[in-house]
């Protein structure tokens, strides 16, 4: 028996990749299963992965490796004086995908556009509530509602948006997964055949790759667009085997059983580097983690104090312990990686002597605080209470009493917005768009007091700083005010940053074409197997 | 015989509505809002936030909401989830197969190998092959099933590569499902090399499974067995000069089993809950990755429908048991 299935295993592993090499199949360990494939209905990343870049496309894309907006299914684009009109040119010609389900009679315009942002805007669109209970988090999350007054078509190859103020990161937004651009004609056939949510689950788009099926939590399959409108695809099927768990996930990579996985375990990633039949690719994450004090309650109201304990935070010890050494010390709050990263600022130096000393010329004695630790391992924080553990250890050693507290995910995520909360508390965020507005205004910002801004930190001239930016349309003006708004940070320091993770892909050699996105995202339409 | 199956019925509707009381309470008990988990660190304006609690019904009240649910369920609407938006029963339909064939295959090597290897414990007591499968029984009741599964994949798959690592069948194999249950459809596709597949990949993931319920079903047989051979009635069996194999076979072993199917019926339920962690190891489409899953999404219909779907079949099970026992044991019937 034993030798019947080791037989039948080295015959279908011959025969996979015989069938692989000649139909140039590339298998992606992917480390979950999609909610949907409506792009715009979830948050997830593993959605995104599974949806909106396999399948569709959006009026401007993120340059491969870059944060960058570049034309997409937009060729051109203008933009009026006062910032509020955005007037853009669609591609010629683009051809929606066709399926076993679906055949497509024109090409894109821009009813599809209007369809596709409307949905979500709108509350009393059509296809607002075609699933009940659908939320449209993303687009509401970056504030799309309030945000458009208008989406509206000029001819068949333009659309115009017109906004009720100027958003410098508008572009950015619209090259986000949320706002993938979806096929009119194909939503009213649903529409005629009673059928709208099977938008959900069989989807068109006009992507890189075509859907061809999927079995829950096991396996999603695409094929070649082979009308695809940008550079054709070098493999000709995509299969996502969803394979949970990390340690599993780089069994199957060692074993040939897929090219390429994502996240994997910081304690695997040292063998992995030393496997000849495996590449590791590296690139900072375009993430922060932070400890926010609350700046409204004594003594953390007080910058001395602050940048007192600022500087009683090891924070290569929190890299070393936490990420095996996969992560980078932060001293700014928005990644090196990101443009407008403020290069001359100074982080506070390790110094437990000194802190010591701007502890008590403050005037604070036997301070007493609590350290919230996340209960959740994130990309930004795989172990909340361990980084923890090591600030309580060192604030012990400035005469700093820590507790360390830590609630179910969705308390802590509630209970730590509060404005009057006592302590400090360890977060993160994963930017959205490559925008520094995404950081600075969105976790810093006065508006963000009492939500996202978990230092209930409200400074006038930071404020005025990134809300300008904001609105500016000149990104080397914008760019000069998000570094003097680093600097201001820096000086008050409502925060202690703390890390910015490395994000890690490790493949098999062979792979070619694969490009890190520093948004997170796993995309395909570039890959290479070398036969 | 019919009596008895309709007094098993009627203990099965209280039973049932007591399940789903506890399937609606419990989850809301714990703390966490499914509607701010939606958006995560991005945190949700109370007006975004009332205005989808109203939208998913959680607005109302608790007895409201949980009769409103009781009436879905007769009508064989469970719901649909609050994070992928599709109906809860057609992913359980979808996904139950998948477990079912992953605990059957369990089972059978469970049986198969946990009741002889108690019976020959039981006859050679004391021996050293008593002693030594009674230590390995005891080590497979005690292994985390994470671990016995990592460990596994990474021999087995790893280092020897006698079986694949994860998944129900090889990425190159595609058929439309028809049963559900891969063993079968592979068959059906008529796909050379399809059914091979299939079972090569369900190996590893049966015997971690199986691991637990075998050393049970070991451990239980073997002390069953024990009692019965010390009986009068098999003394005068053997004095009557019948053959050994038909002391154990026929007089023991059959009085020794009423306890031993009480253990696999019990140990269904073992398996569903061993079949939560397999599932996640090996990548195996079953329910227990989904239950899992919703538990950490605060998914509400999905929990309550899938518990609520998972006991009905754990009382099927049981009720089954109850009649073997009546088929096995004339007295009990009555």
């Given amino acids: 028996m034993k030798y019947k299935l080791t037989l039948a295993a080295a015959l279908l592993s011959a025969t996979f990749f015989a069938s692989a090499a000649s139909a140039k199949t590339f298998v992606y360990c992917s480390e979950g299963s999609p909610e949907g494939f409506d792009p715009g209905l979830y948050t997830a990343g593993t959605t995104f992965d599974a949806s909106a870049h ?63 942002i409307g949905r979500q805007i709108d509350a009393k669109n059509a296809w607002n509530q075609y699933i009940p209970g659908a939320a449209w988090e993303y687009a509401a999350g970056m504030g799309f509602p309030e945000l458009i007054k208008s989406v509206e078509k000029v001819d068949d190859l333009t659309v115009k948006f017109t906004l009720n103020k100027p958003e410098a990161p508008f572009l950015a937004n619209l090259a986000m997964p949320f706002a993938s651009i979806m096929s009119k004609e194909y939503a009213d056939s649903l529409d005629t055949a009673g059928k709208k949510e099977q938008l959900n689950q069989m989807p068109v788009g006009t992507g890189p790759f075509v859907f061809v099926g999927y079995q829950q939590d096991a396996v999603i399959r695409y094929k070649k667009n082979p009308d695809y409108w940008g550079p ?271 994000s890690v892909v490790p493949m098999r050699k062979g792979v070619t074409g694969f490009t890190q996105s520093p948004l997170g995202d796993f995309t395909f339409e570039a890959v290479d197997i070398a036969e | 015989m019919f009596g008895f ?28 809002d499914p509607v701010a988990l939606l958006s995560g660190e991005r945190v949700m304006s109370p007006e975004r936030h009332a205005l989808i609690s109203q939208q998913l019904g959680l607005d109302r009240p608790m007895v409201i909401q949980y009769l409103d649910y009781l009436g879905g369920v007769l009508t064989g609407d469970f719901g649909s989830s609050i994070v992928s938006k599709k109906p809860i029963l057609d992913q359980f339909l979808a996904l139950f197969p998948a477990t079912v064939e992953l605990s059957l295959c369990a089972i059978i090597i469970a049986v198969a ?121 098999v003394r005068t069996a053997r004095a009557k000069g019948l053959s050994p194999f038909r002391v154990v076979g026929i007089h023991a072993l059959r009085n020794a089993m009423i306890p031993v199917i009480t253990t696999i019926g019990l140990q269904i339920g073992v398996m569903l809950a061993g079949a939560i962690l397999t599932e996640t190891i090996f990548s195996w489409p079953g329910i227990g990755k989904w239950m899992v899953d919703s ?18 079949i754990i009382m099927l099970v049981n009720l089954i048991v109850d009649l073997l026992y009546g088929l096995i044991n004339p007295r009990i019937r009555h």
């Fill in chain 1, 54 to 116: 396999p399948i569709y496309n959006r009026l401007l894309e993120f340059k491969p490796g870059t944060t960058q907006p570049e034309p997409g299914l937009a060729e051109s684009w203008e933009i009026s004086q006062d910032g509020t009109v955005y007037t853009f040119k669609l591609r010629q010609n683009v051809k929606f995908q066709t399926t076993d389900f679906f055949t497509p009679s024109r090409t894109l315009n821009a009813d599809d556009v209007v369809f596709s």
């Fill in chain 1, 232 to 502: 054709a695809p070098k493999i000709d099927d995509l299969v996502f085997a969803i394979t949970t768990d990390a340690a599993v996930r780089y069994q199957k990579l060692q074993a040939g059983e897929c090219h390429l996985m994502p996240y994997p375990n910081a304690a695997d990633v040292q063998s992995m580097k030393t496997n000849p039949n495996l590449t590791v690719l590296e690139q900072e994450g375009l993430n922060v983690a932070y400890l926010a004090y609350n700046t409204t309650q004594a003594p953390f109201d007080k910058v001395e104090v602050r940048k007192a304990l600022n500087k009683a935070i090891n924070k290569k010890a929190i890299v070393d312990a936490v990420f095996q050494g996969m992560a980078t010390p932060a001293k700014n709050p928005i990644p090196p990686t990101m443009w407008s990263y403020n290069e001359s600022t100074q982080d506070d130096a390790y110094d437990l002597d000194a802190a010591k000393k701007m502890l008590a010329d403050a005037g604070v004695k036997d301070l007493s605080m609590k350290v919230w630790a996340m209960p959740v391992s994130r990309p930004y924080m795989l172990n909340a209470r361990r980084a923890a553990e090591i600030i309580q250890d060192d604030f012990a050693k400035i005469g700093v009493k820590v507790e360390i507290v830590s609630y179910e995910w969705a308390e802590y995520l509630d209970r730590s917005k509060a404005k009057d909360r006592d302590g400090a508390v360890i977060l993160g965020w994963t930017g959205d768009n490559g925008d520094p507005d995404n950081f600075l205004d969105t976790l810093l910002g006065c508006n963000a007091v009492g939500g996202n801004n978990r230092a209930q930190w409200c400074n006038k001239e930071f404020d005025d700083l990134v809300k300008k930016a904001k609105v500016a349309s000149d990104q080397s003006e914008r760019t000069k005010l998000y570094e003097q708004a680093q600097t201001v940070f820096k000086k008050e320091a409502p925060w202690a940053t703390l890390d910015h993770s490395l």
């Fill in chain 2, 5 to 32: 199956l309709l007094r098993r019925l009627a203990v099965l509707i209280p039973t049932f509505i007591g399940v789903s009381i506890i399937a609606f309470s419990f989850i809301r008990l714990l703390p966490g």
């Fill in chain 2, 113 to 233: 190998l946990g009741i002889p290897a108690g019976v020959i414990a039981a006859i050679k007591r004391g021996s050293f092959f008593d002693q030594a499968l009674m230590g390995v029984a005891l080590v497979g009741y005690s292994m985390p099933i994470f671990w016995w599964g990592l460990l596994l994949i990474i021999f087995f798959s790893g280092i020897l590569q006698w079986f694949p690592v994860s998944g129900r069948i090889s990425l190159m194999f595609f058929f439309p499902p028809v049963t559900g249950f891969m063993l079968i459809d592979s068959l059906l596709s008529g796909q050379k090399g399809a059914f091979a597949s299939a079972l090569s990949h369900l190996a590893l993931p049966s015997i971690v499974l199986a691991t637990i319920p075998l050393a049970v079903i070991a451990r239980q047989t073997r002390s069953a067995m024990l009692e019965v051979l010390s009986e009068d009635y």
């Fill in chain 2, 295 to 312: 538990v950490f999404r605060r998914d509400y219909p999905v929990i309550q429908g899938g518990l609520l779907l998972i006991a009905g």
